[in-house]
Every structure is written in C-alpha cells, then in structure tokens.
C-alpha cells in the first residue's frame, strides 16, 4: 500500500504539557554576555531553587544576577512593594555599580499584580540607574522566549538618534573590535571596501567569538553590521533609527522583532537562521539580497564545509531523529539534520510563529522536497506523555529531550541527547556546525562503543506482581 506524502506542513497542536526550563534561566547566559547588567528576579524560593539548579557550578562564581524573594507580607501588600525594591536596588549599586539593572518578573508577580513597568521609572529616576522589566515567567513563555522578553524591553532603550559622528562609531563596539590596533588610515581604506547600504543590526545574544564570525561573514560580503542587540555592554546598546534593517540570529526572538518593527521603525529581514552551513548561507544570502548585492563564493564555502563532515554524515545518514520540543531551536536542527541525510518523524516545539520563521520553514519544505524524505509533523505545545507513546511506536535512532526523559529513555534502549546543551553550545555559521553534529552523534557514538555489552535495554518489560 503507498501512503500519499502530505505535500505541506502539518501542523498540529496538543496540550501543552511538556517539560521545558523557566524563562528565567535566560539570566545564566544575559548576565554574561551583557558584562555591566545586573539581574534581579522578583519571585520566590520556587523561582530560586530553579535557578541554583539549572545553573549548576556558574552559582559559585558570584553570578551578577539575585533573588528578591517574596515574602508573606509582600503577597497581602502589607510591605510596600516599591520601599522593598529601592532597598535592594541601592544595595546592588553600592555592591555591584551596574549600568542597567534587570527586574525579571515572575509568575508570582503576575498573579500578584505586582505593577513592575510602572514602578521602574520612578525608581530609575530617583537611584539613576537605568531599570529594564522583563517579564520572563512560565505562565506565558518557555525557556529562549525569556531572551526575547529581555531583548524586547531593551529594544525600546536603544538610542534613536545621536548626532556626533564619533559617538555612533564609539556605539558600534563590533566594528571597533574588528579594526582594533589598525592605523586610522587603514581603518578608512577598509570602510570603502564596504557597499553602500542602510545600516543593519543584528539581534540575539551570542558568545563573543560567534558574534565576530558571523559579523566577519557579512564583511566578506561587503556588508556592515552596524551593531548587535545586545551588545557586550548595555551602554553600547546600537543605535536605532527609522528605516534602519534588522536581521534576528535566532528562532525565538519573535517579540524583539515585533518590538523593533512596531515601535523602532525598522524593517526585518525574515531569513533562515544561521545554523548548520545551509543555514547560514541562506542567511547571507538574503541579507545580500535584500541589499542588493551578489553573494561570492558561498556555494564553494557550503561545499568545503559538508565535506569537512562526512565522517559524522556517515554516523547519522538514514537514521531518524525525533524532537521532544523544549527550546525552539527545533525547526532549524531538524532542518539541518534533514539536510545531513537523517529523516524526522515529528518536530515538537513550544511555540511556533509562524511569520516570524516563515523564511526557516520554506526552507525546511524545500530541503525535505530536495531530501526526498516525508515532511515531518510539527507538534506545537507538545503533550509528553502522548509524544513517549509515540515514540514506542515510532522507535526513532535518537530523540532529542529534556532531562527529565533521557535517562528512563535511556534504560528502554531509546539513544537521547539532552536537548539543553544546543542552547549553550556554539551552533551558528559555518564552522560551528560540527559542534552541532558533534553533539547529535554523541550518544550514537557511546552507544555503539558500548553496544557488545549487551545492556542496551535495563528495564523489565513486563513488571510481573
Ligand atoms: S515557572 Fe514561575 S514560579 Fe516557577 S521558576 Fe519560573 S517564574 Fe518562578
């Protein structure tokens, strides 16, 4: 019997009871990247003991990032919510001396109507430091989202206009970097080098040494990236004006391309994500595009790249892969896995906007048409105990999933990699797409070193009573 291939997308949408990690978690990698912040989550010890946690041995480096944690007489206002919060704000900036303080709010403060936006001006105001409100709680989002709440808020605290010369240059600390210890002269002689095309900024947080690849890459295509959101420093925040272009690095930034839409006035680029070779020259390409510029020499640079691959290609050719969904990165990997030869059943996520991954989507369709191999169903608020029913059935060679699945998958034989380590490792450009195949092939790896032992199933099939 010949089943008829679904010739679009199918998309469906289950429950919404899946496990993923609180938004808060976005402070372990903000507080990092963005090195003058500090993040003040306003929540309880519920909020705290999460955080401890997922943070792992990072908790011990004096982390620029604390707790208020509510207390009964906060919950029935019989403390003043604002006297509470001036009292711990001056004692960060006596301690710590921030550019920019973060209050996370949390699912407490929802439910609480704690009005965060409406106290933070007033505090700002009187303590002069900069206070930025995200609400980043799991009532309304999952993990990455809470980088796109905190990156929306600080989208409406770039500078709009600054007239000098020299303080945009100063502002574009990415620029800086790349001339840095060059003579003046060559500086000059380098700009020219560059097409003459309105400004764009990139979004997202990357670690530092992504964020230069990627800006390099535009380079050698003529283009200028006049600054990421966010930048090393809050006080290097890019300057955004009307008009100006913006371009998203990643999946789950939809709200910051919303607020940089709606209230900046920029225009978005909507491309593929740059993850795996594909990716990224699909990215470049319609940024080139978009400016009108010819790409040079990507087919051959996608080229070198998957035949850099080829021994982990050979692991995981023909073999299927099966997305839990808890971090959405979901689409992009498997549209990159598919691309490695690899087949994907179902693609969970925890949500999916639709115009915001338009361009990924498209592509996802068309490397599965060019693939030859059935379009995968994507499953938006995934059910997990549905999803491991499914995955009895389908017995997929690997399933990507939270913690909290992998071991017991594990013990019935199931190969999982923990789905976490993709939103930590660097996974964007080119070069980085071996990492990315490093940690997919790395439980097939173990598993087929380990495999003669005989112990791949350790759980009775049948509990006998
Ligand atoms: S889900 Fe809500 S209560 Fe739980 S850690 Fe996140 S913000 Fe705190």
């Given at each position: 019997?010949?089943?008829?291939?679904?010739?679009?997308l199918?998309?469906?949408?289950?429950?919404?009871?899946?496990?993923?990690?609180?938004?808060?978690?976005c402070?372990?990698?903000l507080?990092?990247k963005i090195?003058?912040?500090?993040f003040?989550?306003?929540?309880?010890?519920?909020?705290?003991?999460?955080?401890?946690?997922?943070?792992?041995?990072?908790?011990?480096?004096?982390?620029?990032?604390?707790?208020?944690?509510?207390?009964?007489?906060?919950?029935s206002?019989q403390?003043?919510?604002?006297e509470?919060?001036k009292r711990?704000?001056?004692q960060?900036k006596?301690?710590r001396n921030?550019?920019?303080?973060?209050w996370?709010?949390?699912?407490?403060?929802?439910?609480?109507?704690?009005?965060?936006?409406?106290?933070a001006?007033?505090?700002?105001?009187?303590?002069?430091?900069?206070?930025?409100?995200?609400r980043?709680?799991?009532?309304?989002?999952?993990?990455?989202?809470?980088e796109?709440?905190?990156?929306?808020?600080?989208?409406?605290?770039?500078?709009?206009?600054?007239?000098?010369?020299?303080?945009?240059?100063?502002?574009?600390?990415?620029?800086?970097l790349?001339?840095?210890?060059?003579?003046?002269?060559?500086?000059?002689?380098?700009?020219?080098?560059?097409?003459?095309?309105?400004?764009?900024?990139?979004?997202?947080?990357?670690?530092?040494p992504?964020?230069?690849?990627?800006?390099?890459?535009?380079?050698?295509?003529?283009?200028?990236?006049?600054?990421?959101?966010?930048?090393?420093?809050?006080?290097?925040?890019?300057?955004?004006?009307?008009?100006y272009?913006?371009?998203?690095?990643?999946?789950?930034l939809?709200?910051t391309?919303t607020?940089?839409?709606?209230?900046?006035?920029?225009?978005?680029?909507g491309?593929?994500f740059?993850?795996?070779?594909d990716g990224?020259?699909?990215?470049?390409?319609?940024?080139?595009?978009?400016?009108?510029?010819?790409?040079?020499?990507?087919?051959?640079?996608e080229?070198?790249?998957?035949?850099?691959?080829?021994?982990y290609l050979k692991?995981?050719?023909?073999?299927?892969?099966?997305?839990?969904?808890?971090?959405?990165?979901?689409?992009?990997?498997a549209?990159?896995?598919?691309?490695?030869?690899?087949t994907?059943p179902?693609?969970g996520i925890?949500?999916?906007?639709k115009?915001?991954?338009?361009?990924?989507l498209?592509?996802?369709?068309?490397?599965?048409?060019?693939?030859?191999?059935p379009l995968?169903?994507?499953?938006?608020?995934?059910?997990?105990?549905?999803?491991?029913?499914?995955?009895?059935?389908?017995?997929?060679?690997?399933?990507?999933?939270?913690m909290?699945?992998a071991?017991?998958?594990?013990a019935?034989?199931?190969?999982?990699?923990?789905?976490?380590?993709?939103?930590?490792?660097?996974?964007h450009g080119?070069t980085?797409?071996?990492?990315?195949?490093e940690?997919v092939?790395?439980?097939?790896?173990?598993?087929?070193?380990?495999?003669?032992?005989?112990?791949?199933?350790?759980?009775?099939?049948?509990?006998?009573?």
């Open positions: 019997m010949t089943v008829a291939q679904p010739d679009a199918n998309f469906d949408c289950e429950t919404g009871n899946y496990h993923t990690f609180c938004p808060i978690s402070v372990a990698w507080y990092q090195e003058d912040s500090f003040l989550v306003i929540g309880t010890k519920t909020c705290g003991y999460f955080l401890q946690n997922a943070m792992g041995v990072m908790i011990f480096a004096e982390p620029r990032y604390a707790m208020a944690e509510l207390e009964e007489g906060d919950i206002a403390l003043n919510d604002y509470e919060l711990l704000c001056l960060i006596r301690d921030p550019s920019v303080i973060v996370i709010g949390t699912c407490t403060t929802e439910i609480i109507k704690m009005d965060l936006e409406g106290l001006p007033k505090l700002e105001a009187e303590i002069g430091i900069p206070i930025v409100v995200a980043a709680n799991g009532l309304d989002y999952a993990f990455t989202q809470g796109d709440t905190v990156l929306a808020a600080m989208a409406a605290r770039c500078p709009s206009k600054v007239d000098n010369e020299a303080e945009k240059a100063e502002r574009n600390a990415i620029q800086r790349l001339s840095f210890g060059r003579k003046q002269e060559e500086v000059a002689q380098e700009s020219s080098e560059y097409v003459d095309h309105p400004p764009l900024v990139l979004f997202g947080s990357l670690p530092d992504v964020v230069t690849q990627l800006t390099l890459e535009l380079k050698k295509q003529g283009i200028k990236v006049s600054g990421w959101l966010p930048a090393k420093r809050y006080t290097e925040l890019p300057i955004l004006e009307e008009g272009y913006v371009c998203g690095v990643n999946p789950f939809s709200r391309a607020a940089l839409m709606r209230r900046r006035k920029c225009k978005l680029i491309a593929p740059p993850i795996g070779p990224t020259r699909a990215w470049i390409e319609k940024i080139c595009s978009v400016f009108g510029v010819e790409p040079q020499g990507l087919a051959d640079r080229q070198q790249i998957w035949a850099s691959l080829e021994d692991l995981i050719r023909g073999k299927s892969i099966f997305f839990m969904g808890d971090n959405l990165l979901e689409v992009s990997l549209r990159f896995l598919i691309r490695c030869g690899m994907c179902e693609i925890p949500y999916m906007d115009r915001y991954q338009g361009a990924e498209a592509l996802l369709e068309q490397t599965c048409q060019e693939m030859g191999v995968p169903r994507i499953v938006e608020k995934p059910d997990n105990y549905n999803q491991i029913q499914r995955i009895y059935e389908l017995q997929p060679d690997l399933v990507i999933t939270g909290a699945h071991n017991p998958l594990e019935r034989g199931i190969n999982t990699k923990w789905s976490v380590e993709f939103t930590f490792a660097q996974i080119f980085n797409a071996r990492d990315i195949l940690l092939t790395r439980p097939l790896r173990r598993n087929l070193a380990l495999k003669d032992l005989g112990w791949d199933k350790l759980v009775k099939e049948e509990a006998r009573v």
